[in-house]
């Protein structure tokens, strides 16, 4: 430690020091030669340690210590093994994430963990395409950092809560556990404190939630039979499924121009995932095992990380592919969109999904503009007017003025503009539907977890009602009649042709969430 009260030497004592050293013994130049010789020796066979190594001193004692300190992560589920993963980015590629999550936890038979929905952009990924993303470790923390704010902000909405999976429960195609109720019980968590929003946090709490974050989050490595954090993302690794050579090289690789510039030397290698991390691996003993992130998208021929369209062998995951190309919203979503369509609008209409304030969108308003403008132009010399039009966009109706929504607003004899915002009667009556339907607790139970559900229903009580305009505006787009005008791009767009492909308009509206 540093001294802070030594004294200085001044000018006049180093001057004296040195008249001392010029009267060195002969042995003193042999002696430097000798030590410099171990130096040199010593930085030749010299190897950096990892920092893995330098927060865990011996692996083997933190996975003993671990599993000692959660004794029952192996025990309490009887046998159950479970699949968590790292969601994202905004909600389309939340959902696309928990559609790759259920079909993995089918191909490996294990119980999915399904996570809430993250704040938009709370969490990001990077670029698989460039190469620059977060490590799986590091993603994963940076999740459990966030659910642990939701959590304690009472703001907690399951993606179960808003998307329907019961079809694929029923069927048992998939099995499913509340995150909250996952975590209580693998951790020995208290629950009602962790959901409580008070300033005073026990320390005994902090210090719980910090060792039950590093234990899933994987930053100590794989604990014995405990935990498995898959540690490849899309940077090496191509998932597939009984499609190609296990191993074989992908056909997107990082260009040398990226190489050179970036000093980067990735391989980017197509890996079944059922002989990778099923039966006869290393991570098939695991409780749990640990993805980061699962988001995958086409590009230059290939996948990005997931490449499952089909399984040639297997009927059983054919249908879940099938199956999950399109989850709807729970019911009370549906059966809102759908009363606006018929019972506000009442007649023939277009939607007009315009995205103009987020990232990229933004500078493109008269590219946007124009494919609405086309539509709207064709619909008219069909002689159908007024045109009613359902607006869909995050631009606030007080900035419209000056715009081509402007212009249609003030418009009223061929254009008759419906749209929703969060603080609308139909909308807030929804949110608070929801927050009390929970479907996000009405899995399958376990062993014990019962009681855990009931903890979580009783100490976890949303304080924010959930915002679920996007959810509502996405159905009544899919209603729409007279077509659907998209910005290029979007994610949202994407989700609702899927939507409009499906006919979800025209589908029964279940009433129930049965099992």
């Not at 959902?95 to 079909?103: C, D, Q, R, V």
């Not at 959590?151 to 909405?157: A, P």
């Not at 988001?295 to 199956?323: C, H």
């Not at 009363?339 to 987020?358: E, M, V, Y």
Request: proline share 5%.
């Amino acid at each position: 430690m540093f001294n802070l009260n030594r004294t200085i030497a001044n000018p006049k004592l180093w001057n004296k020091r040195n008249s001392q050293q010029s009267r060195r013994s002969p042995l003193f130049f042999p002696s430097i030669f000798l030590i410099s010789l171990c130096f040199f020796f010593f930085f030749l066979t010299y190897t950096p340690i990892p920092n893995y190594m330098i927060f865990s001193t011996s692996l083997k004692t933190v996975n003993v210590a671990l599993t000692h300190q959660y004794p029952h992560c192996e025990t309490q589920f009887h046998g159950e093994k479970f699949l968590w993963y790292a969601p994202h980015s905004g909600f389309s590629n939340q959902l696309s994430e928990f559609k790759n999550a259920i079909l993995m936890a089918s191909i490996l038979n294990r119980t999915l963990i399904v996570s809430p929905i993250l704040d938009h952009h709370a969490v990001a990924l990077g670029s698989c395409p460039k190469f620059r993303v977060q490590s799986p470790k590091e993603i994963r923390i940076s999740v459990w950092d966030h659910i642990i704010e939701l959590l304690r902000s009472r703001r907690y909405v399951s993606m179960a809560d808003i998307i329907d999976i019961s079809s694929l429960l029923s069927s048992s195609l998939v099995r499913a556990i509340d995150f909250r109720v996952f975590v209580s019980l693998w951790c020995d968590l208290n629950v009602d404190l962790v959901c409580s929003n008070g300033l005073n946090v026990p320390p005994s709490l902090v210090e719980s939630l910090k060792q039950c974050g590093s234990l899933l989050s994987g930053i100590d490595g794989n604990i014995n039979q405990c935990l498995y954090a898959v540690d490849e993302d899309c940077r090496t690794t191509v998932w597939t499924y009984q499609n190609g050579v296990d191993g074989m090289l992908d056909s997107f690789q990082p260009d040398e121009q990226l190489m050179k510039r970036k000093k980067i030397s990735y391989v980017r290698r197509r890996r079944d995932v059922y002989k990778t991390l099923g039966p006869g691996s290393k991570a098939e003993l695991a409780t749990v095992l640990a993805f980061g992130s699962l988001f995958t998208a086409p590009y230059k021929g290939s996948e990005l990380y997931i490449d499952i369209q089909n399984a040639p062998a297997d009927p059983r995951i054919n249908a879940l592919i099938n199956k999950i190309e399109f989850l709807p919203f729970v019911p009370e979503i549906v059966k809102l969109g759908k009363q606006f369509a018929s019972q506000t609008i009442k007649a023939p209409f277009l939607c007009a999904q315009l995205r103009l304030l987020d990232g990229q969108f933004k500078n493109h308003w008269k590219a946007t503009f124009l494919g609405l403008r086309q539509k709207l132009d064709s619909l008219r010399q069909a002689g159908s007017q007024p045109i009613h039009i359902f607006v869909m966009t995050d631009l606030p109706q007080g900035n419209w003025t000056g715009s081509y929504l402007g212009d249609l607003a003030m418009d009223s004899a061929n254009f008759k503009l419906y749209f929703l915002e969060e603080n609308d009667l139909l909308v807030m009556n929804t949110a608070k539907k929801l927050a009390l339907a929970r479907h996000g607790l009405r899995f399958k139970s376990f062993p014990g977890s019962m009681d855990a559900v009931a903890k979580v229903e009783k100490h976890c009580s949303l304080d924010i009602l959930p915002d679920v305009l996007l959810y509502i505006e996405e159905t009544i787009c899919s209603c729409a009649s007279l077509g659907f005008v998209r910005t290029t791009g979007s994610t949202i767009a994407q989700s609702i042709e899927v939507m409009r492909k499906f006919g979800l308009c025209s589908s029964p509206i279940r009433t129930a969430f049965a099992l």
